[in-house]
Each structure stands twice: as C-alpha cells, then as structure tokens.
C-alpha cells in the first residue's frame, strides 16, 4: 500500500508570490491534515480536511487556505509569501476523522527568500 | 489550550543504553500518538495508544490517560534510533504535538 505522498519536496519562492503544495493520502483514507513545522514554533496544526470540507483550522492568517478533492486529494495555499513562511510543510491522513491514527508524508520543504 | 510537555528535551546516550522518554498533557484526550522525526523530515509511526501498553520490538509505550502522561521507551539503542521523538494528543479535533526530544545514540 502506498504512503503519503506530497509534491513538490523542495521549493524556492520570494517574498509575495504565492504556493500551492500537493498531498495524496493513503488509498481508502478521507482525511487530510496539514502541519507546519518550523525551529522556532514546532509543529502547528493548520487545517484538516474531511469529504471535501474543512473540519478545523488552527491559528493561521487568511493567507494560508486549503481544499480537498473529490478523490480524497489536497492541496494547501499560501498566498503573498513572507520570509516567516519558511518552513516543512506536512501532511497526514487518516482513515476517519484527524482522531484516527495519522500517518504522514515526507513533507515540503519551502524557502521564501 | 491543552499543553503537551516532552522530557528530557535532549538526551545523549551510548549505544546499548536504555532510555525512557516522557509525554505529559494537561488535559483528557481523545487518542495519543508517538512518531520518530528521521534527518530528512519523515515523521514514522510508532504507537497509537491512547491508553494501555503495547510494545513493538526493542520499543514500547505506556499511556496512563488518569494521570495525563506516556513513556516511551526503547531499549538496546542502536545508531539509528537517532532523531526527534514527538507525541501528538488529539484534543476537540485537533492534533497538538509536544516539542520533541531529541535523541543522539552515539556508536
């Protein structure tokens, strides 16, 4: 059975552009959550994602959005970038809601210079 | 919010030792999960316990959800138990992760 996957693994933006990162969940899997990890705040829960609607969010700007699609696939966003923005970007997901066990992908690695 | 608190926040030991790592939270939770961070990012598996005992191999967990804590513990370290060790409690829907502690098994 396949893991998570996330595309693109490394990405280089500047300051003001925007982002959009990929995940495929596990086949069968219909949640999604996605995490930001960074040295200085650890990992910080930005949303989840459940049948194509979004369940919770964490305490993020308006900048960060999400969506998911109808074959369980998702997709964050992060529009006018800042250099805060830096961070490993993860995804998870899970067979039911985000109180299921999570199983997570390799990650994004995102620069913003 | 609920608080999730790791210790030791670092820990170095030599190859062979034991170690037991501890996870407290300040408040009842849904489930509990304790991953294993690898150098490139990859956040592994390694219990799902909300409560009880289960042991995998030279690891196993223990979550006491009356007193709010778990233990990690593994066993005959090897080189490659090196990495960030992170529990993650679900609480109103949403994952909190403690900050890790970080684990250097040195040959």
């Known amino acids: 059975k396949a893991g998570v996957t996330q595309t693109p693994r490394y990405l280089i933006k500047t300051r003001g552009q925007q982002v959009t990162l990929s995940c495929s969940p596990i086949?069968?899997?219909?949640?999604v959550s996605w995490y930001q990890q960074t040295p200085g705040q650890g990992l910080q829960f930005l949303f989840e994602?459940?049948?194509?609607?979004?369940?919770n969010k964490g305490n993020f700007p308006g900048r960060f959005s999400g969506r998911q699609f109808s074959n369980s696939r998702s997709e964050m966003n992060v529009s006018t970038l800042e250099l805060g923005d830096s961070a490993l970007y993860l995804c998870?997901?899970?067979?039911?809601?985000?109180?299921?066990?999570?199983?997570f992908g390799p990650g994004t690695r995102l620069t913003v210079l | 919010g609920i608080q999730v608190e790791q210790s030791p926040p670092d820990l170095i030991l030599q190859e062979g030792a034991n170690s037991t790592l501890r996870c407290n939270f300040s408040?009842?939770?849904?489930?509990l999960q304790w991953f294993h961070q690898n150098p490139w990012g990859q956040l592994i598996n390694l219990f799902y316990?909300?409560?009880g005992t289960k042991q995998n191999g030279r690891l196993s967990a223990t979550t006491v959800a009356t007193e709010r804590y778990s233990l990690l513990y593994i066993s005959s370290s090897q080189t490659t138990d090196s990495g960030v060790y992170f529990c993650?409690?679900?609480?109103?829907?949403?994952?909190?992760f403690g900050k890790g502690t970080r684990l250097h098994i040195l040959p």
């Open positions: 994602y459940f049948s194509e609607t979004q369940r």
């Open positions: 086949s069968g899997h219909r949640s």
């Open positions: 408040d009842s939770v849904n489930n």
């Open positions: 993650a409690v679900n609480r109103d829907d949403k994952i909190i």
């Open positions: 316990i909300p409560s």
């Open positions: 998870a997901s899970s067979w039911g809601l985000a109180d299921n066990e999570q199983f």
